[in-house]
């Protein structure tokens, strides 16, 4: 006689529970990657490519990852992952002055030698 088992799914234990239900994504409005692609400008009147938008999700770019989530067999994103991830490739890299800032920087260090400090 087979013994009965269980069908129901195991729990999510350790660092994939914990991931689930902390991924700020999902306290945001989520979008699938196929319609994010539309919303970032791109070359023509489409946007950008799909596959764009799966490599800054996988691969990243300049070292930040576009944060996503699984949810039913489709990756999806929010309007607010594009933008911190826009913010974040954008910003100048640590120890280097913006052009803006280092026009400042030179007529300051300019006015000193004038000064003869």
Not at 2 to 19: E, H, M, Y
Not at 44 to 51: N, P, Q
Not at 95 to 110: F, H, K, L, N, P
Request: positive net charge; proline residues 6%.
């Amino acid at each position: 006689m087979p013994t009965s088992q269980s069908t129901a799914n195991p729990p999510i234990v350790g660092n994939a529970a914990n991931k689930a239900l902390t991924s700020p994504l999902f306290d945001e409005t989520l979008i699938p990657l196929k319609a994010a692609c539309r919303l970032v400008p791109g070359r023509s009147a489409k946007g950008i490519a799909v596959t764009t938008i799966y490599r800054w999700a996988l691969r990243g770019c300049r070292g930040t990852r576009l944060q996503t989530a699984m949810v039913g067999g489709q990756r999806y994103t929010s309007h607010e992952a594009l933008d911190r991830f826009f913010a974040a490739i954008n910003r100048p890299a640590s120890g280097q002055i913006s052009s803006m800032g280092r026009q400042r920087q030179d007529r300051v260090e300019a006015a000193l030698d004038s000064e003869g400090l």
